[in-house]
């Protein structure tokens, strides 16, 4: 199987390419990023050498660049990873979510409907869902539940899904789309909680928690998304959606927390921070249909995927140094409100 991996270079989607040169050695990676500031070649360091793997630079919403790309590799499969991704950006510069996430995702489609896929799958998020209150704590989003998008990054996803779901049913592509939770681990970008919480605490320097820490998020191991992921494209059924966490919820405050104490350094420096506009108060998964369908369940529990993701971060400094000496430093200043 050749398969075409869209941003491979950020976090899920390198995690991904690791996993399928591991896994199945007999499939061909090609991985098309256009290495935004999320986007880092290092990560691929690992497979760059593979005889299986290629890495091309390219941006997905270039209608040329794409169509001439599949005229030439001609992939089974596309696994479409390439997204701006953080929710604090998009309040603050919603347009590249629109361009990436939505146009991107078109000519993605269109590449495909032209030139031929066994299978297009749209990798999304339980954010298109919107939240679920906090003092419900037998609701969960199933496959049913219908949109409610909050912030411009899970409008655009949302957007995204809605173009795919028609490519299925108006010219019959063959999709899938997976909405996964909150991941977690390696090679995660040090704007995200988790990452920015251990490389901040590294450094000694203040815990931002927005509002009170209430707000729950479903963590799930990076691994165990990319399983799933794994399964749907070789298993699941076209033109479904599939939701994909590991029933792992907890407050904001208490992932911070569990991260100062691993590091043993002081609660002193949880600091509470103004809000983030429009924050999402919980999101929790009902992962029965790919339990049920696939088989699928996660494998790392939090206290040992926790574990493991400080400990990665503490042996693989200069990885995340070098991203917090480069581009990113202005936008972390701001986001500490020291701009
Ligand atoms: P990320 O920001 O770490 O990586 C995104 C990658 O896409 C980067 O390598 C970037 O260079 C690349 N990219 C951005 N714009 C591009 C463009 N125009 N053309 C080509 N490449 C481009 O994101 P992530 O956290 O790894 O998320 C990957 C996907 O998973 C996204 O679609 C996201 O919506 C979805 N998702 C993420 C989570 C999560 O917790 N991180 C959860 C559910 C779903
Ligand atoms: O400094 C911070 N302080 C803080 O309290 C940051 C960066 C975040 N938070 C809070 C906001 C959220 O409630 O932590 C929670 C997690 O925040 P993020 O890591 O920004 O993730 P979230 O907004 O939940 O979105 C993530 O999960 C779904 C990914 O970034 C999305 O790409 C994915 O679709």
């Known amino acids: 199987m050749k ?19 591991r896994q199945h050695t007999e499939d061909t990676v090609i991985c098309l990023d256009a290495l935004t500031y999320a986007g880092n070649r290092e990560t691929l360091a690992p497979v760059m050498d593979n005889s299986h793997f290629a890495f091309i630079k390219g941006d997905i919403a270039d209608r040329a660049f ?23 950006r998009s309040i603050i510069d919603p347009e590249i979510f629109l361009r990436t996430n939505i146009m991107g995702t078109s000519v993605l489609l269109d590449a495909c409907r032209i030139y031929g896929i066994t299978r297009y799958h749209q990798v999304s998020t339980d954010e298109v869902y919107g939240d679920l209150p906090l003092d419900k704590p037998d609701q969960f989003f199933t496959e049913e539940t219908p949109l409610h998008t909050s912030s411009p990054y899970s409008a655009s996803k949302a957007g995204a ?3 795919v779901q028609a490519y299925y049913r108006t010219y019959g592509l063959p999709v899938t789309i997976s909405r996964c939770s909150n991941n977690y681990g390696p090679y995660h970008f040090p704007e995200k909680l988790i990452p920015l919480m251990i490389t901040r605490a590294l ?13 729950v998020r479903d963590w799930l191991y990076v691994e165990d998304h990319c399983s799933a992921i794994d399964l749907i494209i070789r298993s ?3 033109g479904e ?11 904001n405050l208490s992932v911070v927390q569990t991260i100062v104490q691993a590091l043993g350094k002081s609660e002193d420096l949880i600091q509470f921070v103004a809000d983030r506009p429009g924050h999402d108060r919980r999101y929790a998964i009902d992962p029965t249909k790919i339990r049920k369908e696939l088989g699928w369940e996660p494998t790392t529990r939090f206290t040992e995927g926790i574990q493991k993701t400080i400990a990665w971060y503490l042996n693989h400094k200069p990885w995340w140094e070098h991203i917090l000496s480069g581009e990113y430093k202005n936008y972390d200043r701001k986001m500490q409100g020291e701009l």
């Open 241 to 251: 959606i599939y939701n994909i966490g590991g029933h792992n919820e907890q407050t």
């Open 161 to 163: 899904d809605l173009l």
């Open 236 to 238: 699941g059924r076209v």
């Open 203 to 215: 450094q000694d320097k203040p815990l931002p928690v927005y509002g009170k820490g209430a707000n």
């Open 66 to 88: 794409v169509y001439h790309l599949f005229e030439v590799e001609k992939p089974d499969v596309l696994v479409n990873f390439a997204a701006e991704s953080h929710v604090d």
């Open 3 to 21: 398969l075409l991996i869209t941003g491979g270079a950020g976090f899920i989607g390198g995690n991904f390419v690791h996993r399928i040169l």
